[in-house]
């Protein structure tokens, strides 16, 4: 038992399954957890952009997928569509949790980044011999476009294409998880993405963040998610070197540990 974490109340706003493992663990730890996501995943609208490449990508040099998401919208759409990912295809995935996903649709992965963000995937590109190979990015459809900017400047060729969407959860799931937080003393706010930070604002109805924040911590998973909180005006207390929730939950433990 840590007792740096025990009693914390920390709220995770990851969605769905993805917040089972953490709050497993950070609950062994003493740590009383309230599962409140503030997004909500869901498949695109109109698969037009995406049906149109994944009907070519025996013409492709790599399917490049960036988050779990990802992996699990797009098998799901190529299944739907009797399609598959032909064997000539290189498949790079930013993070181990991302080719665990690939590995449990019977996907071989190629390439996995010792860095798990876009950063580290540009960087070990960036000693290989990429010019006019071609990139197939499946992605969300409010993805940042760093890493195909980045392969173009490598001289790749490069197609990102939405295939999942962040929205807001349902009304009545809203209102469960602003019950939970009633009356409760908050420690810690974890936040996975730049979609849960916003989304958090606006379902408490925050208009001055830097007041709300004055005694919780903030614990942040990615320089885009930090980012997007600093310009908030708000001061990111953890954040991990490796950008995995099981690195977040260790520099949660390591920063409870020392105060």
Do not use: W
């Amino acid at each position: 038992m840590n007792n740096g974490l025990k009693n914390k109340t920390i709220i995770l706003t990851r969605s769905g399954e993805q917040a089972v493992e953490p709050r497993k663990k950070l609950e062994s730890l003493g740590a009383n957890v309230i599962a409140f996501p503030t997004i909500k995943i869901v498949p695109i609208s109109v698969f037009n952009h995406f049906d149109t490449y994944a009907e070519k990508l025996k013409e492709f040099d790599y399917i490049v997928f960036t988050s779990e998401n990802a992996v699990e919208y797009s098998i799901k759409r190529l299944r739907e569509t009797k399609r598959e990912i032909p064997g000539s295809l290189q498949v790079v995935c930013v993070g181990r949790k991302t080719a665990d996903k690939c590995e449990e649709y019977g996907i071989k992965v190629d390439i996995v980044p010792d860095d798990y963000s876009a950063e580290g995937l540009l960087k070990y590109f960036s000693g290989k011999e990429i010019v006019e190979k071609k990139f197939f990015i499946p992605s969300s459809a409010i993805a940042r476009t760093e890493l195909k900017m980045g392969l173009l400047e490598q001289k790749a060729d490069v197609v990102q294409t939405p295939i999942y969407d962040a929205a807001m959860p349902d009304e009545e799931e809203i209102k469960k998880g602003k019950k939970q937080l009633e009356g409760k003393k908050i420690d810690l706010i974890i936040f996975t993405s730049p979609s849960t930070f916003r989304n958090f604002l606006k379902i408490m109805e925050i208009d001055k963040p830097s007041k709300y924040f004055t005694e919780i911590k903030i614990a942040a998973i990615g320089p885009t998610t930090a980012a997007v909180i600093e310009r908030a005006g708000l001061k990111i207390d953890i954040s991990p070197s490796t950008f995995t929730m099981d690195d977040l939950i260790d520099s949660i433990i390591k920063y409870y540990s020392k105060v």
